[in-house]
Every structure is written in structure tokens, then in C-alpha cells.
């Protein structure tokens, strides 16, 4: 499996070679961090499950690092519900990295009901235009490049 690293948002190496991440590692890290905060909470195993709408096996399973083919949203229920219960904590108590994972989980969790969508590029214009670009047949890139352009000018001139 390939995957990005925070020095490199396009998941290579200087060189051009892949990032390769050691999934078991990775989950045993997401379980024992996920463990850290439920017993910050003083909440069972149980407790979450209930929470969560899962079973108190699939929180053992995360915890311990063996959730390797746990569906994502047993993985989002359970971190939903971690969120929730540490609503109440006093946000200045909270480490600048849980601040901001906090924060971040807010585009996936489901408050709003719904998926919160995310532009790539700053530019939702120039997001589209690439991906009509991608749309269009290699071979015929070029022209399409070319329009662009003559039509840039175009709209320069008036």
C-alpha cells in the first residue's frame, strides 16, 4: 500500500520512489492511542461499544492493534464517539496536536448529517478546469491547452 507522509503530501520519496507504510505498525499505533484517550475518559471498552453502536470486540480489536479488516466506519463510530465524550474537557487543557485532530475529524465526523466536502486547490475554478482537462484524451490535451489559451487571450483583449 502506498500512502503520504506529512514531509511529503504526495506520498514519494525525494527520488520519486513510493512511500511504503507498514499497516500492522500504523494500527497498532491508531489502537493504542485510541486506548489512551478512552482510559484519559474513564470509559470501558463497553462503554464506547455502547456509544458507538458497535461491539465491545471491535473496540478490543482496535485497541490492540488486530483491526486490520475493521470496516472504516466501525473505525469513525468509535473515534465519533471518543469526540463526543470528550466534549466537555476544557479545550486549553487539550495538546496543539489533539486541538487540531479534533478539529480536522470535523470534516468527517456526521454532525451536519452529511459528508463535508473539501476543495483540493484553494481555486474551486481551477480545480474544475483540471479536472476537465484530465477528462479530456491525452493524445488531445495539447489542443485543449491551445483553446485555453486562445481563449484567454480573447477574454484579455476585451
Not at 494500527?27 to 456509544?51: I, K, N
Not at 486490520?68 to 464517539?81: D, S, W
Not at 470534516?107 to 473539501?118: L, Y
Not at 481551477?126 to 489542443?143: A, D, F, G, I
Request: aromatic letters at 4%; charged letters at 30%.
Amino acid at each position: 500500500m502506498l500512502a503520504t507522509d506529512e514531509r511529503n503530501p504526495r506520498g514519494h520519496k525525494p527520488g520519486g520512489q513510493p512511500v511504503r507504510v507498514d499497516w500492522a505498525n500504523w494500527m497498532r499505533g491508531l489502537g493504542r492511542s485510541t486506548r489512551r484517550v478512552r482510559e484519559f475518559l474513564g470509559l470501558s471498552q463497553e462503554q464506547v461499544a455502547r456509544l458507538a453502536g458497535v461491539s465491545q470486540g471491535a473496540v478490543s480489536r482496535l485497541e490492540s492493534g488486530r483491526a486490520l479488516a475493521t470496516p472504516l466506519l466501525v473505525v469513525m463510530k468509535i473515534n465519533a464517539a471518543l469526540k463526543s465524550a470528550m466534549a466537555d474537557l476544557d479545550p486549553a487543557l487539550l495538546s496543539e496536536e489533539a486541538r487540531r485532530l479534533r478539529d480536522a475529524d470535523d470534516r468527517v465526523a456526521p454532525g451536519g448529517g452529511a459528508f463535508q466536502d473539501v476543495p483540493v486547490l484553494k481555486d474551486p475554478d481551477l480545480e474544475e478546469l483540471v479536472c476537465v482537462y484530465r477528462t479530456v484524451p491525452e493524445r488531445r490535451r495539447r489542443k485543449l491547452v491551445a483553446v485555453a489559451r486562445a481563449t484567454a487571450a480573447a477574454l484579455n483583449e476585451s
